[in-house]
Nanobody
Framework: QVHLVESGGGLVQAGGSLRLSCTAS????????MGWFRQAPGKEREFVAT????????DYADSVKGRFTISKDNAKIALYLQMNSLKPEDTAVYYC?????????????????WGQGTQVTVSA
């Protein structure tokens, strides 16, 4: 079992930045590919970004490409999402997820473990 905990959410003005973190107690991320997803009120949970087990491959939703950067530190057991140029439409609860395997996937169904989420609110 992998217990994921997100942090770093908050309230920010449009155009600002936030850095989300995800940690796992007692586990190394070197065994997992990881992803970030988000869910706005009344909407489905959607893919944001994913990174392969090695960290060498990443993929982003078109809506965040060029503004968000996903990274992982296997030694520190941490996953990050650097979010720049934030927009009000980025407002959502952000979740990190882990999957056993090497490859990065966009599909929610590919992930085995999920955190509880952290709220990101971007004001206009």
């Amino acid at each position: 079992q992998v217990h994921l905990v997100e942090s770093g959410g908050g309230l920010v003005q449009a155009g600002g930045s936030l850095r989300l973190s995800c940690t796992a107690s007692g586990r190394t991320f070197s065994n997992y590919a990881m992803g970030w997803f988000r869910q706005a009120p009344g909407k489905e949970r959607e893919f944001v970004a994913t990174i392969s087990r090695s960290g060498g491959s990443t993929d982003y939703a078109d809506s965040v490409k060029g503004r968000f950067t996903i990274s992982k530190d296997n030694a520190k057991i941490a996953l990050y999402l650097q979010m720049n140029s934030l927009k009000p439409e980025d407002t959502a609860v952000y979740y990190c997820a882990a999957r056993s395997g090497s490859y990065a996937y966009r599909s929610r169904q590919s992930y085995d473990y999920w955190g509880q989420g952290t709220q990101v609110t971007v004001s206009a």
